[in-house]
Every structure is written in structure tokens, then in C-alpha cells.
Nanobody, 126 residues
Framework: QVQLVESGGKLVQAGGSLRLSCAAS????????MGWFRQAPSKEREFVAA????????YYADSVKGRFTISRDNAKSSVFLQMSNLKPEDTATYYC???????????????????WGQGTKVTVSS
């Protein structure tokens, strides 16, 4: 089992930056692929970014390309989401996810992922 705990969400002004963190515990070797999703009020949960075990492969949603960067520190069993040039439409609860398999394009859907955190809320004011 893998437990995921997100942190870092808060209120930030449009154009600002924020870094989200996700700490994994338990059988962390099962957290091979890791990623971020978000869910805004009245919206479905959507893919944001994902990263492979060695960090060489990443995927981003078109809406965040060039603004968000996903990274990981396996020594700390953590994954991060650096968010820059934030927009009001980025307002959402952000969820960390982990999977036992290697990263593929299927990661952009929710069904692949084995483990989920409880989320951290990001609010971007205009």
C-alpha cells in the first residue's frame, strides 16, 4: 500500500507562483509513475501532469504546458508541481496520484492510477 499526502495549496494572486508537494509513504517502490490531477467546482477530475520513475518522461495537459513543471525526488519519496503564471482557471483541488506501472500515455486518464491523496486546495484570485 502507498499513502499520499499533498501540501502547499493556498490562496495566490493571478500571475503568481506556487509549489505543491506530495509525500509518499508505505511501500514506496509501488509508486513508480506519479502524477497530479485537479478538480474544480462543478468540473470532472482532469489530468495535469505525470512523471516516470527516472524523471526522463513527463506528460502535461495542454492547459498547463509552459507554466507548470512536475519533478520528483525519489530519495524523499516525493513529487512536486511547480506552478507559475497562475490563472483563475487553475483554481481547483489538486490530487497526487501514484501507480505501480511504468508511465504511459494512459496516465492522462484516471483509471490507471492505483493510489490517490486527499487533495490540497489552490485558489487563484484575479
Amino acid at each position: 500500500q502507498v499513502q499520499l499526502v499533498e501540501s502547499g495549496g493556498k490562496l495566490v494572486q493571478a500571475g503568481g507562483s506556487l509549489r505543491l508537494s506530495c509525500a509518499a509513504s508505505g511501500t514506496t517502490s509501488s509508486a513508480r509513475s506519479m502524477g497530479w490531477f485537479r478538480q474544480a467546482p462543478s468540473k470532472e477530475r482532469e489530468f495535469v501532469a505525470a512523471i516516470s520513475w527516472n524523471g526522463q518522461m513527463t506528460y502535461y495537459a495542454d492547459s498547463v504546458k509552459g507554466r507548470f513543471t512536475i519533478s520528483r525526488d525519489n530519495a524523499k519519496s516525493s513529487v512536486f508541481l511547480q506552478m507559475s503564471n497562475l490563472k483563475p482557471e487553475d483554481t481547483a483541488t489538486y490530487y497526487c496520484a501514484a501507480d505501480r506501472s511504468t508511465l504511459t500515455a494512459r496516465a492522462m486518464g484516471t483509471s490507471q492510477w492505483d493510489y490517490w491523496g486527499q487533495g490540497t486546495k489552490v485558489t487563484v484570485s484575479s
